[in-house]
């Protein structure tokens, strides 16, 4: 085998994993999120915590940018058992690019504040105040790039057989 079929194989291999995983996720958050419109039910939680996380990430040319992630605890009870959680959404994690709005997210969710909050009946720890739809950009992303790869891995090897 010579390195450009090694090549070619690679990134067809490493190629449709990627595309494959972007599809399932998706699948599988929207099945979640079908499923919890459908069943679960609402309910009040109290906030214990909620606290804003700044994540920096830099891209390839050294620029940075910075996001706030919210971090929100809460005690909710069902049929008299308590619980608590820490899920800020059911599919995908709520980042804010701007700090204005952050900080007016956690103005609005301080300590001792009564929020909506949606959980399982079949498993009441499983709870979320926002019941989000899954991010078809990501998974449109993974499957693109997943192709991407594994169609110039294919090309390359149609190129080169």
């Not at 996720?25 to 214990?48: L, N």
């Amino acid at each position: 085998m010579d390195v450009f079929t090694a090549v070619s194989l690679g990134l067809i291999l490493l190629g449709i994993p990627i595309a494959w995983f972007g599809i399932h996720r998706y699948r599988k958050q929207g099945r979640r999120f079908a499923s919890a419109r459908a069943h679960w039910k609402r309910t009040d939680a109290e906030v214990i915590d909620a606290q804003l996380v700044d994540r920096e990430s830099t891209d390839s040319d050294g620029d940075s940018t910075t996001w706030y992630e919210p971090k929100l605890r809460y005690r909710y009870a069902v049929a008299g058992q308590v619980f608590e959680g820490d899920r800020t959404a059911l599919c995908t994690a709520l980042r804010f690019s701007l700090f204005p709005p952050a900080q007016q997210w956690l103005l609005a969710h301080p300590p001792g504040t009564v929020i909506d909050l949606w959980y399982d009946p079949a498993q009441p720890q499983d709870s979320a105040p926002l019941l989000d739809k899954p991010s078809l950009f990501a998974a449109a992303a993974l499957v693109i790039v997943g192709g991407g790869f594994a169609g110039l891995g294919a090309a390359l090897l149609a190129g080169f057989a």
